[in-house]
């Protein structure tokens, strides 16, 4: 609709697309341009097309021939859909079934945009049946990987051999195995007290100059009150709570309701010191442990 607006407005139009250098228009979920609206939409990037080819050109109009295209480029239409395909695909082979549903889907691009089909690039996508190796099942009961050092490279060694079911002298890594690496990298994170793969990088941090917090300690607002939230780290004789939040999660609810439940740590009766942490407090190193010791000391 934007655009429409534009073609019809000749100040704006002329003024818009004066000395342009457009290089591509991208057309989304190109599957829905049928009947009324694709016939609509197919106009108008033909009238963009002609507005464009007519527009003022009085920047640098001379240009050698070796920079023609780069000042002058040529209109590159792209269609994105993730479900557009050929209808006429029953009893063919996969590389026909290939071969028909690129034919469909440039003639009807072409019809779109006015494209040559011959210059059209398709870029679609094979359904590939996924076979879940038999070392991948899960025990059929839960295993307890015992207690580790999580800053100790054999002990998580010996921990995820537990945990995967394989021979502790094993010589591959058996967080390798097919569809085991990522659930037995956060059942050893768990084990260990630690929520992410953030927070294990905070600990490690922490450890190497010697500062050494409780994990996963449950909070209340008083002492001996039902906890109301589980700090990541936390130095308890000291009220000192700190949260490593990463980016991803910590947004929208998620960040409302942790912003309300801090609010309440820092405001109870004594309150509690809140420190929240993110991935870029990493770089500060020992001068960011330092303030914690001074914290848990003072």
């Known amino acids: 609709m934007m655009l429409e607006y534009l073609l019809v407005r000749p100040a704006d139009r002329d003024g818009i697309f004066a000395n342009h250098r457009c290089r591509y228009l991208v057309l989304d979920e ?99 049946e996924i076979t879940i190796p038999a070392e991948a099942a899960y025990p059929p009961r839960p295993t307890d990987p015992g207690h580790f050092d999580p800053a100790d490279p054999e002990g998580v060694r010996l921990a995820l051999c537990r945990l995967a079911g394989v021979p502790a002298n094993v010589t591959a890594d058996p967080g390798r195995r097919p569809g085991r690496a990522r659930p037995l990298a956060r059942s050893l994170l768990h084990a260990a007290g630690i929520g992410s793969p953030l927070e294990l990088k905070f600990l490690h941090l922490f450890e190497a100059h010697g500062f050494h917090p409780a994990k996963q300690v449950p909070i209340a607002l008083t002492p001996g009150g039902r906890p109301i939230t589980v700090a990541d780290f936390a130095v308890p004789e000291r009220r000192l709570a700190i949260y490593v939040d990463g980016a991803s999660v910590h947004v929208g609810t998620n960040l409302r309701r942790d912003r309300l439940i801090r609010q309440r740590l820092a405001s109870a009766s004594p309150p509690w010191r809140v420190v929240e942490l993110r991935a870029r407090d990493l770089g500060e190193g020992a001068g960011l442990v330092a303030r914690f010791q001074d914290a848990a000391i003072g």
């Open 30 to 128: 190109i599957h829905t341009y049928r009947g009324t609206l694709g016939a609509n939409i197919a106009l108008l990037v033909r009238r963009l097309q002609a507005h464009l080819r007519r527009a003022r050109q009085d920047w640098l109009p001379q240009v050698p021939e070796t920079e023609h295209a780069r000042r002058y480029p040529a209109l590159v239409p792209v269609g994105t859909s993730a479900t557009i395909k050929s209808l006429a695909v029953a009893g063919l082979s996969p590389e026909e079934t290939r071969r028909q549903r690129d034919e469909d889907v440039q003639g009807f691009f072409a019809r779109l945009t006015g494209a040559d089909p011959a210059t059209i690039r398709v870029f679609g996508e094979d359904v590939e």
